[in-house]
Nanobody, 127 residues
Framework: QVQLVESGGGSVQAGGSLRLSCAAS??????????MAWFRQVPGKEREGVAT???????SYADSVKGRFTISKDNAKNTLYLQMNSLKPEDAAMYYC???????????????????WGQGTQVTVSS
């Protein structure tokens, strides 16, 4: 059973930076056969994909964060990161870490593509 625990959220001013972390357990991450992603959600809206990382480190980003956010994974530490720079008020949301183990995972920005979720960490950006 994969377990995910996010941390690193907080309150920053526009233009600031935060680094989110997602500590993962319950899977042999040394095999690097897992797809992971960051999603975010604001009240009243659907959860949206922000960034994904697949096997062998391939990454992709939503257009809204491209050039500002960086997703990375440390297999030795079983930890997923999201470095967020140049934050904007519209980036404020609850951020969730998601994972889909298996050699055939495809990544992607749909919630149904991931079976495991963290509890979320809140990001607030003031203008």
């Amino acid at each position: 059973q994969v377990q995910l625990v996010e941390s690193g959220g907080g309150s920053v001013q526009a233009g600031g930076s935060l680094r989110l972390s997602c500590a993962a357990s319950g899977y042999d991450y040394s095999t690097d056969t897992i797809c992971m992603a960051w999603f975010r959600q604001v009240p009243g809206k659907e959860r949206e994909g922000v960034a994904t990382i697949v096997r062998h480190g391939g990454t992709s980003y939503a257009d809204s964060v491209k050039g500002r956010f960086t997703i990375s994974k440390d297999n030795a530490k079983n930890t997923l990161y999201l470095q967020m720079n140049s934050l904007k008020p519209e980036d404020a949301a609850m951020y969730y870490c998601a994972a889909q183990p298996g050699p055939y995972c495809s990544g992607g920005y749909y919630t149904y593509q991931y079976n495991y979720w963290g509890q979320g960490t809140q990001v607030t950006v003031s203008s």
